[in-house]
Structures are given as structure tokens and as C-alpha cells.
DNA sequence: TAGGCCTGACTGATCAATCAGTCAAACCCG
DNA sequence: CGGGTTTGACTGATTGATCAGTCAGGCCTA
């Protein structure tokens, strides 16, 4: 009798069901995965992904449900260990924004292909977004406001949206950039995230003083 | 089936079942889509949909050709109309990479989603963009090298693939930016491409600045 | 402690529905 | 008439979902 088997045995059953899930909705897509393939996948039976999710959206939204946990918990830590009013705030900011959802493994694990879907997503991805995403997307956009001189509300809204999907541009990588540049290999993760993070300060300054710009203008005329 | 034969009598049938195909793909992704879905949209039977077509991948394809043929034709004649060395030449090429897919909808339209499903996508839409999509691209990365200061091949292709990503985020909006900036109703479609075109020119130039530093150093140090 | 009971976890078999694709026959126009 | 075009009817395969039923182990009572 192992000590360790007063564990209930379901919670690693139902753990290995959502990862199997989320490999095969991150290469097929939600309506190319069965839940046959899933259940292969898992190594058990068909039907007990339905006894512990009832449905194939209830387990998707159970997938991105556990991942988006995880993932807005890292951020909101790098959030709150930025701050504000040092030099490389926005810097800190994006690389906040930019890290968690790549992962250990640089924009190449299971999930990422799974949440640059749900950027583009088409109605069935909205709901899960606002549900699981936009509570840590606004803390984002406020630190942007606090962040960037001469950005507003507005602003920081836009280059938060922006941001995230220069983001999405370099996940899920599969060799364009390379191809598009003449050269062959791949290049590195932080090289990569290096280049995205200098992208996106670069458009989110630019954003800010436009903007600034413009409402000055309009103070002026009125 | 009639291979691409000069017969152009049954070019109507052909066009209304390309773009039933391209709303449906659209909406429901190529999984999602069903044949039997698409037929009934162009009022046709789901038979004729193989006879011209033969498949399911090769409609998608045709869908995807199509549309990427008139955005091409579009962006090389903004691109070709660009005097590289003017002062505003960066906006301008930036532009011409936005608006055609973009069309006249305004990111609304039905190609948009397919064509950030492919920028995201999956096995099947990487040797689609690399067909339909790459040459345009190598155009546009050179006129990138050219246009701006400081930068080389590799920091053309990096920023073409980030202001690609940026455009998709923009694209098929749902108002997700409205509801994180607190306001209600759209922005006008104008408005946010000068917001994207903003963002992206900070970010290009931002981008080649950085590169050429680093480069910099590099001849130093050796 | 023994015995009956209950419950959560899990499965094989199977459901109707839908899928992409096929085919012979009918259509239509020159 | 003849060939490109179009269709209804159909196929086998696969889809998500449901079912009754098995099994192990905790719980309660006697």
C-alpha cells in the first residue's frame, strides 16, 4: 500500500484528458479535433471525456479555462513587479504581456497555437476572450496609460491590441520569417522576443505622441 | 472535371460557388465549413461543388488564390507607386501592405478572417501562404530594406512579419478594442488604419535603429 | 468486524446525424 | 445530336453524444 495512493485518482485522469486536449486543439483546431483522437490521445475511453465535461465545448473552455490561468497569474506577477515610473517601464510592460503566453519553449508549445486562435477567433472564441482574457488585458491598458507619457485610455487600448498581435505574428513560428530574410535555421526565442519587444515599444511611443498630437490640434481649434 | 479550361461558360456558377465557399470558410473555418453548407449558399448541388473543384482542399485553395490574386495585383501597384526615397515613403508602403486586404469593407468583409486564419494557420495554410502570399512578400521586404534608414534584409523580413501581425489584429474586429477602451459603439474604419499604419511606422523605425546599433557594436568589437 | 449499500470513476456498444465524395442519369445549349 | 454542365440519390466513414452496466473502494449499520 503506497502512501501516496489516498490521492484521489480522477484529478490526474481529468489532467491528462485536458492535455491531450490541448495538443489536439492546438494542431487541428476545435471543429478538425475529435474527441475520438482526444480520447486516443489521453488513452482512455471516449466516453469519459463526456462524463467529466459533458461537451466538446465545455472541454475547450476547460483547456483554455486552465491555461489562461496560468498564464494571466505570470503576467499580473511581472505586472506588479514593474515599476511605473522607471526607464524601461513600457519595456517591462510588453515583456510582461509578451513571455507568459510563449512559454518555456518560445512560441513552440502546444498552446500557443490554441491563443493566437483565439485572437483571430471567430464567434465561439469571443465569449471565452472577454470571459478569460479581458480582466488581465485591462490591467495592461491601465498600466499603459500610467506608463507611456501622453497616453490616454484610448491609446493604451489600441497599442495593447496592437501589441498582441505583433505577438501572435511570431507565434506558433514556422519558419516564414527565415524564409522571408534568405536565411535558413531558425532564429532564437529571445532574439525573437527582443525583436518584438523593440517592434512594440517603438509603435506604442509612436501611437502615444500621434495621439497627443491630434488632441492638442483639436484643443487648439475648438 | 475541367482542369483550368478557357471555357468560360460556366464562370458564374464558378464565381457564385467561390464566394459561398469564401463565406463559409470565413465564418466557420475550413473544418467548420461543411460542402453541403456551402452548396446551399450558392444554391447549387453539393455534386457540382467536385465536379469543378474536386475537393474539399482544392475549393479552398481556389477560394484562397483568388482572393490573394486581387490583394496582390492591389498591393503591387500602391507598392510600385511608392518613391522610396520621399519623405512619407515608409507610411506609404505600410499602406499599400494594409488596405488591399483590408478592402473596402474595411476589415468586415469575408476573405478577412480566412486571411488571418492563414497568417496563424495551421499545415494546411502554410504551403498556401508560401505560394500565393511569399512573392508579394520578398517585394514588399525589399521595398522595406530600401525605404528604411538603417535597415538590412533580416530587419526588413522581422518587420514585415510584425506589421503583418499587428494588421490581423485589427481585422475582423468584434469590438474587443471599444470594450477595453470604455467607449461604446466602432471606430471608424479610417481610424484605425492610421492608428495600425502609426504603430507599425514607430515600430519599424524602431526596430532598424536598434539592429543597426547592435550591428555596430558588433563591427567594433571585432 | 462483517456484510450490505452507495457512489464516483470508467467502459464498450451504439445512437442519429453529418461528413466528403461518387455515380448514373438528366439537362441544356450550340 | 453531343458534350459540357448539373442534379438527386447514394455510399462508407466519422462525428459528438448517450446508454446501461462494470468495478473498486468508502461508508454505514448490525
Redesign the interface.
Known sequence: MPEDSLKPVATDTVAKILFAAEVEFS??????AAMKAIARRAAVSQALLHYHFGSKDRLYEAVIAQRSQTINAERLALLGAVDRNADHALERILEALFRPPLGPSGGQGTYT?IF??L??G??RE?AL??KHY?PT??AF?AALEDAVPGAD??TA????????????????R?G??E?????RGMQSFDAVLG??T??????????A???QNNQNHKRRKS
Not at 487600448?157 to 506558433?172: E, P, R
Open positions: 494542431v487541428r483546431g476545435f471543429d478538425g497555437r493566437s486562435g485572437v483571430v471567430q464567434e469571443r476572450v472577454r479581458d488585458a485591462l491598458v485610455r484610448a487600448a489600441m497599442s495593447y491590441t496592437l501589441a498582441l498581435g505583433a505577438l501572435i505574428s511570431v507565434i506558433g514556422d516564414r520569417v524564409r522571408l530574410m534568405g536565411r525583436q518584438l523593440c517592434f512594440a515599444k517603438g509603435g506604442v511611443l509612436a501611437l505622441r500621434e495621439n
